[in-house]
């Protein structure tokens, strides 16, 4: 039989359904591949052991009746796994084993997958390339020495490098999308509030939302099917019924309007994304929608504001690694607060500590109205642009990323440069709407590159459906080699 | 506008955390650039405009009061770096 783990996630879990491959098959298979890309560093913990005993208690007594029926799915670090180590890319986490299970993963187990891993990320999902992490940088399986992207660059890894049929992520300010459009894979990051927080290690939490990541736009209405739903857990979950994206996938597209925000076109922009756009916007034309020029105004400020509302809450959310209820304690200290100076300093890398001081200082006496509140004043304002323009589209269409993925390294140093990577992304993190990434070409080096398609709140089916089309005329081929087997 | 080390050190102690002078010297200037950065905010005028406080548009839920979780102290203790069968240990905080 030809290479197994080239499928999709929906030809799998059909040839399962059908009783044409066995859930051990499909198991080995990625577990071949897994044990072969160790260079890639895009696991930080394996259960292929447990995954093995899981796809033979399946076929021993299959139920068919999951959505995801018989598959292994690796998972990003950031999501707690019962009995399996959770470490958020943290040496604070390094040794930390949650009792409980993320109501996200919980939903996936409930429709039939099982755990094959957990995925590297940037340190409590703080970063655009993946170098942030305890674990080691990981590896974008497209080219050598590239970055991934980030945060959840070691499920775009894995995912683009088959060692995943598809893969979950949490996207901040574009910690799905951004590693999805380097590694020439689809990321969709849902509505606030669609999937349950619950379970998920925290950052930012008013910007924090799980996603899918996968090959295909109908893997992605799969997964994201089987991950969300309400949950009382979460205060912030949306109490509605849960939606077949997939059964109501439809690649027609007739009549939808949509909207080419004008500020999206950046100084500096490489040509090739300002040609991909263009053949993005040709396509969905061709399929019936009705392109509309449109000014998103405070698009500008969206960055700024991001930098003070996500560390503010990071550096209130990270105040609970104390180094007594969980997590890494240093040895080092004569007196209480001298411990809590000394783990925090210790367990914490760079990029988390820069952020919490921004955090501290903006939140802190006599800032508080110059920055946080300027900034939820601002984070207002962006939020009325996009419900503005929603009265005249059904959709906005923009690139997903200013640039294809860089080099490691490139950009370690420099922190607004990195910051800038997400400059299409985060406004809707601000907005709260939901979003997605699709692969729409490559750049000279053939270096993927995707496409943005921003939706109405709730309004994933409509994306889903755009994508879809989009996904069907523009036939990506993606060009890697295995390169890290060798 | 500079965020000078007298500030990164205030905003540490305030953070719990402990830095050395080099990393204090580098943070000042990230900090520095990032909030140069920042500042772009000044720019536009918000009065009259109500800050985000939650992109949702319902008000949190509220729920019974009734007890759903509980008696589960060994559980929360499981992953204390250093405990007694009841207890979370830390460093003497009364003389």
Not at chain 1, 76 to 86: E, Q
Not at chain 1, 439 to 455: C, K, M, R, T, V
Request: overall charge neutral; aromatic content about 8%; glycine content about 8%.
């Amino acid at each position: 039989m030809s290479d197994l783990t080239n499928s999709s996630l929906t030809e799998l879990v059909d040839l399962i359904k059908k009783k044409e491959i066995k859930s051990e098959e499909v198991t080995n298979a990625y577990i071949d591949n897994v044990k072969k890309s160790k260079k890639l560093n895009s696991f930080i913990t394996e259960t292929l052991d447990l995954a093995l005993s899981k796809a033979k208690n399946f076929d021993q007594k299959p139920n068919f009746n999951g959505l995801l029926s018989g598959v292994p799915l690796a998972v990003k670090d950031l999501f707690c796994t019962r009995g399996i180590k959770t470490t958020a890319g943290s040496k604070m986490l390094e040794n930390f084993i949650p009792n409980y299970e993320s109501t996200v993963t919980n939903n996936l187990w409930s429709e039939g997958a099982f755990l094959l891993g957990k995925l590297n990320c940037d340190e409590y999902a703080m970063g655009s390339s993946n170098e942030t992490s305890f674990f080691g940088n990981v590896i974008n399986p497209i080219k050598e020495n590239t970055v991934p992207g980030g945060s959840s660059g070691g499920s775009a890894s894995a995912l683009a490098a088959n060692l995943t049929p598809a893969t979950i992520g949490t996207d901040t300010g574009g910690s799905i999308r951004q590693p999805a459009s380097f590694t020439g894979t689809v990321g969709l990051k849902p509505t606030y509030g669609l999937c349950s927080r619950w379970g998920i290690v925290a950052f930012a939490s008013s910007l924090d939302q799980a996603g899918p990541m996968t090959k295909t736009v109908s893997d992605c209405a799969l997964m994201l099917e089987a991950m969300s739903g309400f949950d009382p857990k979460d205060s912030t979950s949306i109490d509605k019924k849960k939606e077949h994206y997939s059964k109501k996938l439809s690649k027609n597209i007739k009549g939808l309007k949509i909207g080419i925000p004008k500020e999206y076109r950046v100084d500096g922009m490489p040509n090739v994304i300002e040609e991909l756009w263009e053949k993005g916007k040709k396509v969905l034309k061709e399929e019936g929608a009705e392109i509309i020029d449109i000014s998103l105004p405070h698009t500008e400020y969206a960055l700024p504001v991001y930098y003070i509302v996500a560390p503010a809450e990071a550096s209130s959310n990270l105040a609970r690694y104390d180094g007594v209820k969980y997590g890494y304690r240093s040895s080092k200290g004569s007196n209480l607060i001298e411990m809590y100076e000394n783990t925090r300093s210790e367990g914490f890398g760079d990029e988390v500590k820069r952020r919490i001081l921004i955090g501290t200082y903006v939140l802190s006496s006599g800032y508080y109205d110059a920055y946080y509140l300027k900034a939820q004043k601002v984070r207002q304002l962006i939020k009325n642009d996009f419900d503005k323009v929603f009265v005249k589209v059904d959709a906005i269409l923009t690139p997903s990323t200013p640039s294809t993925a860089f080099k490691i390294g490139e950009k370690k140093n420099d922190p607004i440069s990195m910051y800038l990577n997400d400059i299409f992304t985060v406004p809707t993190n601000l907005a709260g709407i939901p979003a997605m990434s699709i692969p729409a070409g490559h750049d000279e080096n053939n270096l993927p590159l995707g496409l943005q398609l921003i939706g109405k709140p709730l309004g994933e089916q409509t994306l889903l459906n755009l994508a879809l089309s989009m996904e069907s005329k523009i036939n990506i081929k993606q060009y890697i080699t295995k390169w890290w087997e060798k | 506008m500079s965020i000078d080390k007298d500030k990164i050190k205030h905003t540490a102690k305030l953070a719990r955390i402990s830095f050395d002078e080099k990393q204090i010297e580098s943070l000042s200037k990230d900090l520095s650039n990032i909030f140069n950065f920042i500042e772009k905010l000044n720019k536009i005028n918000t009065e009259n405009i109500k800050p985000l406080t939650s992109i949702l548009d319902h008000t949190l839920r509220s729920r019974e009061d009734k007890i759903t979780d509980g008696g589960i102290r060994n559980k929360i203790l499981e992953n204390a770096p250093n405990k007694n069968e009841e207890f979370f240990i830390v460093p003497k905080v009364i003389e």
